[in-house]
């Protein structure tokens, strides 16, 4: 047993080591192969008549007219050049190269390829190696801490611009969420959980506050009713705070309703500036509620201790929940970051900083600030108003352009409001990128940055929204060479309309230079070569 079982690990290793020896060597016999067949060409050139052919096709190509050779440069230009529209609006839209991806799609499963690991996540295990996460566990999508009420928020934006500030994808999302947490606890639903199960899967608005109302008509303690009523069809906070206070008196001990509403009303009342109320229901959730750390109620509990400009109280949740064992967000990171920066912000200079160096005090928050920007590097963009800034998504993905809008958009006055923090910003923010090696997939402070992140912000971000995308993305090779390729045939096409002849004497004088190594390669053959073998091998 102790011989097998040792011997076993050894066997993967020589099967990978023969594997690679055959990868290795058949680059080798293909080259072999190719040469044999070049030079059995040769050989047999006179049975096959080779030289005749070749000199029936140049006499024809000699009879046909520059006109001949104008068209077909310019069809090819024009070809290459619609190819090269499509590829670049593929790109554009999607994010990668049409030709590339089916290449790869379809080709490389012809070849023996297989796709790559997914890389790895945020987060390493114990002993320090990385836990293999698919992609799809590090495109996690999240529920938005601080997401707004469509009612009395983001219908006033549609009302206003015309605008739809919401996906459907987002919302399908949000739908999913709510038949999910607002279930109940028994195992048999009554008929209006049925009616409420229908209503969050209506698409249309008004579908939904309708079927609200039927639910509430065959029960008046539907609390689950009273929730889309004050998220869907109240038009003012003060209105959405009424019906969510119904809902809670419905709620009974249902935990998931009591958690959700109360933590809403705790936004309504920091939307309505009763923010030590709001940071005391925040703070009294959290206690009754320990385990539900998931939802993330200490960023709406950072965001209006931020707004009373209590920062010793944001450093003690800082202390909590900015550990190395817990999930980060752009919240903990950029406001660890503002808590430092904030201290030394209003007497940095960058000229004085660059004179005498920088103190221990401002090498922690350019750290810190250096640390938050490889976390999400979307954010200072809409800090310094480099982008504008749209109403956040019910939705984020962490590390996405779309958590970076929901925590600029709550955020942003909290950096102007500290003197000096945005200007400090400014000036280290970008040297984030100089410290990140190079190529950036293996990242820093953090684990390798996931490369779906574009893919799923373009789904929770509306189409009128530019998105940010981290890295930048080098144009796919097929770009180029489509490009090079449409230019060149259209040079060509230029140049033999308006210089035929000397156009065909250029290219008599460079096919005669590209063949020239294989007529000195057939002439030193001939000579290295008895005469006889030759006549014998042409016999064969």
Not at 206 to 231: H, K, M, P, S, T
Not at 471 to 485: D, Q, Y
Request: with cysteine; proline share 5%.
């Amino acid at each position: 047993m102790a011989d097998s079982s040792g011997s076993n690990p050894q066997s993967p290793g020589f099967t990978e080591k023969l594997k690679s020896w055959l990868c290795w060597s058949w680059t080798y016999i293909c080259a072999l192969w190719f040469a044999m067949v070049l030079t059995m060409v040769y050989v047999l050139r006179s049975p096959l008549k080779l030289q005749e052919t070749v000199n029936a096709a140049s006499v024809f190509l000699n009879t046909l007219t520059p006109k001949f050779y104008v068209a077909l440069t310019g069809t090819s230009s024009l070809i290459s050049g619609l190819i090269l529209i499509f590829e670049w609006w593929y790109f554009r839209k999607y994010g990668t190269s049409f030709i590339e991806q089916v290449s790869v799609s379809h080709l490389r499963p012809l070849l023996g390829g297989v796709e790559n690991s997914g890389s790895a996540g945020l987060f390493s295990s114990v002993n320090g190696d990385t836990e293999p996460r698919s992609n799809v566990a590090e495109c996690k999508v999240w529920r938005n801490p601080l997401n707004l009420f469509r009612g009395a928020e983001y219908s006033r934006y549609t009302w206003v611009t015309g605008k739809e500030p919401l996906t459907y994808y987002d919302m399908n999302l949000s739908a999913q969420d709510h038949q999910t947490f607002f279930l109940g606890d028994t195992q048999q639903l009554r008929p209006e959980d049925s009616v409420m199960q229908k209503a969050w899967r209506e698409r249309n608005p008004q579908a939904r506050i309708r079927a609200a109302y039927q639910a509430i008509e065959l029960n008046r303690e539907c609390a689950a009713a009273y929730v889309l009523l004050a998220e869907e069809e109240a038009t003012t906070i003060t209105e959405a705070e009424r019906l969510f206070k119904q809902a809670l008196k419905s709620a009974g001990k249902d935990t998931n309703l009591v958690v959700y509403i109360k933590r809403r009303l705790a936004m309504c009342a920091r939307k309505l500036g009763r923010i030590k109320e709001a940071v005391k229901m925040m703070r009294d959730l959290m206690k009754e509620f320990p385990l539900l750390g998931m939802l993330n109620i200490h960023e709406n509990l950072l965001e209006a201790l931020l707004e009373l400009q209590a920062y010793a109280d944001v450093q003690a949740v800082l202390a909590k929940y900015d550990d190395i064992s817990l999930p980060k967000s752009a919240t903990i990171c950029y406001t660890s970051a503002l808590l430092k920066a904030r201290a030394v912000s209003d007497k940095f200079s960058p000229e004085a900083a660059s004179r005498r160096g920088l103190s221990t005090a401002e090498m922690n928050a350019v750290e810190a600030i250096h640390r938050a920007v490889e976390f999400n590097p979307h954010v200072p963009k809409y800090l310094l108003e480099m982008k504008s800034l749209i109403l956040p998504p019910e939705h984020i993905l962490k590390r996405g352009d779309s958590e970076a809008v929901a925590y600029a958009f709550f955020h942003l006055q909290h950096w102007k409001r500290a003197e000096g923090a945005l200007n400090l910003l400014h000036c280290t923010w970008e040297g984030t990128f100089r410290i990140i090696p190079y190529p950036l997939e293996k990242g820093h402070l953090f684990y390798p940055y996931p490369g779906c992140t574009e893919t799923a912000d373009r789904e929770l971000l509306p189409s009128f929204h530019e998105v940010s995308v981290y890295p930048k993305k080098e144009l796919p090779f097929f770009i180029l060479f489509t490009a090079g390729l449409c230019s060149f045939c259209a040079m060509l096409a230029m140049l033999t309309h308006q210089f035929p002849e000397l156009m065909g004497v250029f290219v008599k004088a460079f096919f005669s230079t590209l063949f020239a190594p294989l007529g000195f390669f057939a002439d030193k053959m001939e000579s290295f070569m008895p005469s006889c073998l030759w006549h014998q091998l042409t016999n064969v």
